[in-house]
């Protein structure tokens, strides 16, 4: 779909690949761009959605810092807001997401692959916030995603040390949720996508509205948002079939 990114279909799944192999799949302003335009393709059908890097070194190698050497302040708050702005559409993307990393994500290659809902990581993958190396900080949520995921200290670590992590570590730290052999990965990942894709759409997507809230409001705010939620499924086709056929002690059909 474009130079930069590769968005394609096997029935409800799609896959988004960064490709970009000859920059080990950094996101320039365009490759930003083009995920951003890849996402608002996808959305609507897609029931699960992969996101990959193209060729066998790199899932994204980072920010491009080849371009960033270049900014001042003022260019570089602009693709920082913008860096933001894709991170914030994988996270609001209706759909699970997994990321199927294939190798090095390093500092915006980290914070893309913690944007999405599930991480598995190839054997030969190695990642972390690598920018405090470069004199800046993680500038696309990293502050904020990897708190998610791992304690205040690990966070801390993690970010002043500029640490890279093997699979084996990142799953052990809880970065990733698995690690799996290098040449299974994306077998492994399509399994995953294709059974999420069997799930009642609309349940999947309110539990993911109600599991993001937690981060977003907390609290009060997040429990009246997995109320409404899980009160609106009343009435769908797929909450009246998955109760039927439990009664019928039978495998459900959803729509």
Known sequence: MSDTVDLTFDGDVATLTIDRPDRLNALNEEALDDVDAALDEARGDARALVITGAGDTAFVAGADIARMSEMGVAEAEAYCRRGHAVMNAVEEFPAPVIAAINGYAFGGGCEFALACDLRVASERAVIGQTEIDLGIIPGWGGTQLLQRL???ETARRLIFFGERLDASDAHERGLV???VAHDELYDHVDELAVELSEKPRHALYAAKEALNAFHETGGEGAMTIERRAWSGLFGTAD???????????RDPDFE
């Open 177 to 179: 949720g698995e690690v």
């Open 150 to 152: 791992v304690s205040d």
């Open 239 to 249: 909450q009246r079939e998955g109760m039927t056929a439990f009664s019928e002690k």
